[in-house]
């Protein structure tokens, strides 16, 4: 087993992209599992953006992570766009065939990526760190009244 050094990355990604290689037939499943399909991508797992690009002529479900409560409608010839604040924490997706025919190969495009640290994101971080800091070191704050 080889032990090689894995840093994970908080800044931004390059956009990861993928296409069906083969056909996805009525009602069935193309999975897209995006540390096995491409392994430069598990440094900046989860990603905080998608988008599909659905150029087939049916419409597809998409389970993002899975799960059946985060679902989305992708009609057919559309494109689908969700940021951090529709799909926190992508790590996986799957798109069902919901239409009543066979969807060619190259006819389903995902990219994912990751936008990297935000502003408020860094600053409560900032703020934690300070504050429990403070605390470990028997420091009191009084705020007087005015």
Known sequence: MENADYTRLYGPSR???FSNASTISTGATYLIDFESEDRASQKY???????????????????????ANNTF?????????????????????????????????????????????????IAQGLHQFIFSTKKSRGIVWIQEVY
């Open 15 to 17: 956009a990861f992209r």
């Open 73 to 121: 409608l992708i009609p057919a010839g559309t494109i689908f766009n969700a940021d951090s604040n529709i799909t926190p924490s992508i790590r996986y997706v799957k798109i069902v065939n919901n239409g009543s025919g066979t969807i060619t190969a190259n006819q389903i495009s995902v990219s994912v990526l990751k936008e990297g640290q935000k502003a408020d994101t």
């Open 45 to 67: 797992l989860p990603f905080d953006n998608i988008r599909i690009i659905n150029s087939s002529s049916y419409d597809v479900i998409l389970y993002v992570n899975q799960d």
